[in-house]
T-cell receptor
Framework: RKEVEQDPGPFNVPEGATVAFNCTYS??????FFWYRQDCRKEPKLLMS???SGNEDGRFTAQLNRASQYISLLIRDSKLSDSATYLC?????????????FGSGTQLTVLP | DAGVTQSPTHLIKTRGQQVTLRCSPK?????VSWYQQALGQGPQFIFQ???????QRGNFPDRFSGHQFPNYSSELNVNALLLGDSALYLC????????????FGNGTRLTVT
């Protein structure tokens, strides 16, 4: 089983739709969680952090459920510019060592 | 304040050759991590360097090696290249003990023919 698993996608949604992605992680020692966005042939860029209390940034809402070991990303009122691959990231730290584990990514295409 | 910079941007090599990729961390950062991203996959952790030592390593063979210099910059070396090594190689820097997320360089796209 992969340490981080994501909805495989792809998701093709019309403009204005609401879309949700889920990601599960297997290591309960995981400490930090993030969503990254990656445009085609570009590097991943931080979208937002994920907390148990929920985190909202405009049209984007991220949530962490530690008991069930999953994180989610909700995008409301989708825009064409939201088309990208969304990667969930789980971080474990120990002393000076910090390891990020990425999900395989979920591809989103917002259609006009 | 320059962010993470990587060179070269693109590289084409043939099977069996060796390649060196370079990364300069963001100003103030002392830790460098390397990732390999194959087409259609998420980035896979290769290794992390701090204080010129490899601190953690992912599931990659010994053909993948690295180095960190006193100025915190880093190199990734891959020996005996295979076709399957074709990927985007990403470098990310951070400050040790900092829980903030990593920021990535633009990556080096390696094609092995």
């Amino acid at each position: 089983r992969k340490e981080v698993e994501q909805d495989p996608g792809p998701f093709n949604v019309p403009e204005g739709a609401t879309v949700a992605f889920n990601c599960t992680y297997s290591n309960s020692a995981s400490q930090s969680f993030f969503w990254y966005r990656q445009d085609c042939r570009k590097e991943p860029k931080l979208l937002m952090s994920v907390y148990s209390s929920g985190n909202e940034d405009g049209r984007f809402t991220a949530q962490l459920n530690r008991a069930s070991q999953y994180i989610s990303l909700l995008i409301r009122d989708s825009k064409l510019s939201d088309s990208a691959t969304y990667l969930c990231v789980v971080i474990r730290s120990s002393g000076s060592a910090r390891q990020l584990t990425f999900g395989s990514g979920t591809q989103l295409t917002v259609l006009p | 304040d320059a962010g993470v910079t990587q060179s070269p941007t693109h590289l084409i090599k043939t099977r069996g050759q060796q390649v060196t990729l370079r990364c300069s961390p963001k100003s103030g950062h002392d830790t460098v991590s390397w990732y390999q991203q194959a087409l259609g996959q998420g980035p896979q952790f290769i290794f992390q360097y701090y204080e010129e030592e490899e601190r953690q390593r992912g599931n990659f063979p010994d053909r993948f090696s690295g180095h960190q210099f006193p100025n915190y910059s880093s190199e990734l070396n891959v020996n005996a290249l295979l076709l399957g090594d074709s990927a985007l190689y990403l470098c990310a820097s951070s400050l040790v003990g900092d829980s903030s997320p990593l920021h990535f360089g633009n990556g080096t796209r390696l094609t092995v023919t």
